[in-house]
């Protein structure tokens, strides 16, 4: 083997490795790992391995590396197991980014790294955009779901959406790349460097970028503290009651013993709840198999009003022809059941189906203003919106997850809380995980737990403002304004070349004068 395909082939190995150090480095950024840091410098290992280290003609390999190991880990855990399509989703956008990102170093290149950072941002966050039209992906694996926990920093998620926190994380690490770029360029021996036309990162075009990313970072920061204040509303005591079992899966299975346990212990669990003075009280989605406002085995509507409570109850209704409706309702202290809400997103991966969907009732209640969203909706940002434009303040969340997204699913509510200036409450009927979450994405109680258990979940929690937010008024504006950009750069590359190309003949003609 001649030195320079020893080389190829050493360059090619260092690639992969960083490639690999990028894709761990995103996935423990993620819960249950929780090193948020990460996500703001991770992805900058496979960069430089795609812009600097790997032969061109091979620079597409980096990115589909890294991002495959990221979401196999990260999805992996979710679907392992499931025997459904979804299981090989890390392994088809391995190839989608194979495919995509042959073109990104040398237009990179020709245009002399102008548009590095801002056709990266613009990329990823116009790609987690497309996501949310897709009834499979919602916002599963968004970037900013890694800074869950630091709520004095997600605050403008209200004015710029998920989205856009997403945005500023890609900027930063692509910023930081030039950076990287720069000193590979100074320090690196000279057989790191691939290509003799490759053209060495701008100083001052890095420095540029690198001082700009870090006062958007810091007038994020400012502006998020600017937000984040106690709000000025009044404050309920709600409950999230969570069995062990799953009922609809139990129901599913023929256990109709196990199911009425479980339905019995509930009831005793939402007794529990009143007395500990909660005032709204979230049963999980499906916990029923039939309309309770036709069928009320239980006596639900007798439970509301002996305990002077406003229940939330998931259930699902079954069709001859394999149809069921899956809806939520809310039955108020008086026994009166308030209204019906069928499920925005129904999981069509798994063939759910909900005919009933595509209305949005809020209710106008001595507590405040009350809604449902149900388990996939959180997923989405649109339906927490819709809610939210119309004055919702409390909104119900039954769920039915599994053990693969215990540790995870409750930290989208978290943003359709912040996003919207709404509280949350989050009831789990398989077990793992329930939590209570105030407007501003605080998370007042909560219950993990993969292996599934009972819990009653109670707290105070301040009703939202019912005014929603920019967020709410304007949807995903900042998706919508990404996305384009993503189109500009698609359809606009061999302009925005021939117009870099111009400038740099202009610009060494200057310099030889």
Known sequence: MNNDRKSTVFRVLIGLALSVISGLAFLWAFPPYGLWPLAWFGWVPVLVAQYRVVPSKLSRVPPAVATFVWLQGYLGPVFGGSGLFME???????????????????????????WFVLQGAVASAGNEMIRLFIPIAGSWAFIAYTQYKLTWLIQPVSVFGIIGMGFLIIVVNYALTQGAMWLFDQRAPGQWQLDADTPPMDRQHMQRWLVGAGAALAIWAVLSLV????????????????????????ANQGEDKLVAQLHARMVEQTREAAQQGAKFIVWPEGVLQYDPQVNDPLELSDLAQEL?????????????????????????????????????????????????????????????????????????????????????????????????????????????????????????GGGFNSAIIDPYGRI??????????????????????????????????????????????????????????????????????
């Open 88 to 114: 090989y989703l890390p392994l088809a956008i391995f190839f989608i980014v194979l495919l995509t990102e042959g073109g990104s170093r040398t237009f990179n290149e020709r245009t002399r790294y102008r």
């Open 308 to 428: 002077g409570v406003y229940l939330a109850v998931g259930y699902v209704v079954a069709s001859s022809e394999g149809v069921f409706r899956n809806e939520a309702t809310v039955i108020d202290p008086s026994g009166e059941f308030l209204g019906v809400f069928g499920k925005d997103h129904p999981v069509t991966f798994a063939g759910e189906t909900s005919p009933t969907r595509g209305t949005y009732p809020v209710y106008d209640t001595e507590l405040g203003k009350l809604a449902t969203i149900i388990c996939y909706d959180q997923d989405y940002t649109d339906t927490t919106q819709r809610m939210a434009r119309q004055g919702a303040q409390l909104v119900a969340v039954p769920s039915n997850d599994w053990a693969g997204i215990a540790e995870k699913h409750y930290v989208h509510t978290v943003f359709r809380a912040a996003e919207n200036r709404v509280a949350m409450v989050k009831s789990d």
């Open 444 to 513: 007042l109680a909560l219950a993990v737990d993969s292996e599934g258990s009972e819990a009653t979940l109670v707290s105070d929690v301040a009703l939202g403002s019912g005014k929603g937010t920019l967020t709410s008024r304007l949807g995903d504006w900042f998706g919508w304004l990404s996305l384009a950009g993503l189109v500009f750069f698609i359809f606009g590359e061999s302009w925005l070349v021939k117009r870099a190309e111009k400038l740099n003949e202009e610009g060494d003609s200057n310099e030889q004068h």
């Open 227 to 250: 937000l984040f204040r106690t709000p000025g509303t009044s404050t309920v005591r709600v409950a999230a009651i969570q069995p062990d079992t799953s009922p609809i899966i139990s």
